[in-house]
């Protein structure tokens, strides 16, 4: 799919199959998309993926070869530069769905020579809910039973993030 900066306009530029999927494909695809967004005159600046493991090793040994970096010369044009951003709406869900299957994790922080660490646990975020139910005003309003007990098909959900 591309997207305009400026304005609204958005058009799906392939559908692909996700079965067998692979980075070199995807490689493939992209220099195809590429070149023709370049002839046409539409100026990419930034291709997004989110953090699939097959988009990452596209990413990586493709496009940045062998070094993950946050942008690449334009394929068609070596006076531009190409954005690789790996999509923070996916990895917010991944980042929530795991924290939700592991319930508890430790962050280790260091400063001011300090060590120091978190321990989130998502028994609190329940915790929370829970007193919060019966309040007519709360101050997490936005966290719901499905917030904490989502369905399988729920936490594939970007928007929940």
Known sequence: MIKSIRGNNMDVVALIL????????LY?????????L?????????????????????FADFLCGDELQ???????NIN?????????????????NC??????????LNRLGVKSSLHPNFA???EIHQKESTFKVKQSHKLSLKATHPTA?????????
Do not use: C, W
Not at 99 to 108: H, L, R
């Open 38 to 58: 370049y002839q046409i005159g539409l100026i990419v600046v930034t291709v997004l993926i989110d953090n699939h493991s097959v988009n990452r090793k596209f």
């Open 99 to 108: 924290f939700k299957m592991q319930e508890y994790f430790s962050i280790p």
């Open 80 to 96: 531009r530069k190409v954005h690789i951003i790996f999509d923070p709406v996916h990895n917010l869900k991944n980042i929530y």
């Open 153 to 161: 098909l729920e936490k594939t959900n970007v928007k929940s993030a």
């Open 70 to 76: 946050n942008s690449i010369t334009h394929p068609y």
């Open 18 to 25: 996700v079965f067998k999927l692979n980075a070199e494909f």
């Open 124 to 126: 609190h975020i329940k």
């Open 28 to 36: 493939i695809k992209y220099n195809l998309i590429m070149k023709t």
